[in-house]
């Protein structure tokens, strides 16, 4: 097959290795260029524009992967937004033919591209974010969502029965408790059923009025229900968390 053009996949970075953003895989990170949300909490700033400080061109991670075949197992794209790249399908076809599995992580706004890579059994992992509730999109993200077509990428992994996960970072400034079942409730009725909350990352937030969390940012009777909802239900934590919603979770 034809070598896609560095220019049609801009990649702003790799991470060489990772054993939680594909799981059950060893694998590396490819983050691709720019992004179409500017979610309060993003703490990619640098992926975000459409122009890298330190781009990669497509051949030096091809020549990286080449060189890993046989150790990783798979290859993970994540951004930014990888289905902003009109090079995406070429290169999950390229790196399928390398033999390794891939994931993509997605914003979900994209559901037509996600299909076509799934009807070409290019995909073997999906993680999709849920930001928000729809009506609070515009707000935590800056961009106002299609819930039509949102939901439309829900009912194709659903679906075709890909592996797949949906995820919220939360910080009590921008989603309450009753924001997150709110959320639940429309992942049920999708009969999604793997769904994790991850914790804000203090640092490097796009919105620097963000401040650190350090009260409880979710209720254990929170966590308990998710998991009664959720046959795949993870809570994604850090250290300075309380015994207690660790227990919960
Ligand atoms: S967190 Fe939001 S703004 Fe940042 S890369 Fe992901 S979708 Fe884009």
């Known amino acids: ?12 970075g790799m991470q060489p290795l990772t054993m939680i953003d594909f799981p059950g895989r060893l694998a590396s990170v490819i983050f691709t ?43 993970v794209f994540s951004g930014g937004e990888p289905c902003l790249q ?31 890579a799934l009807k070409e059994r290019l995909l073997q992992f999906i993680a999709v974010d849920f930001k928000a509730p729809f009506d609070k999109y ?20 659903v679906t075709t029965g890909v592996k797949h996960e949906y995820r919220t970072t939360v910080h009590p400034g921008l989603l309450s408790d009753s924001d997150i079942m709110q959320m639940a409730d429309w992942l049920c009725d999708r009969n999604v059923s793997n769904y994790a909350i991850q914790k804000f990352k203090y640092g490097e937030a796009l919105d620097p009025s963000l401040p650190p969390v350090k009260s409880a940012w979710l209720q254990p009777a929170t966590i308990f229900k998710l998991r009664s909802r959720f046959t795949g239900f993870i809570l994604r934590s850090d250290d300075s968390d309380a015994d207690s919603l660790k227990k919960a979770a």
């Open 1 to 12: 097959m034809n070598k896609i053009g560095s220019e049609k996949i801009l990649v702003g």
């Open 138 to 157: 515009q707000a935590v993200t800056r961009q106002q969502i299609d819930e039509k077509a949102y939901g439309r990428l829900a009912d194709i992994l």
């Open 86 to 116: 009109p090079g995406l399908l070429d290169a999950l076809r390229e790196v399928r033919e390398l033999g390794f599995e891939a994931a993509l992580h997605t914003n979900g706004f994209f559901p037509d591209t996600v299909e076509q």
């Open 33 to 75: 260029q720019g992004c179409n949300l500017r979610c309060r909490f993003c703490y990619n700033r640098s992926l975000l524009g459409e122009k890298s400080a330190d781009p990669l061109t497509w051949e030096s991670v091809i020549d990286f992967l080449r060189d890993r075949q046989g150790f990783i197992e798979g290859v």
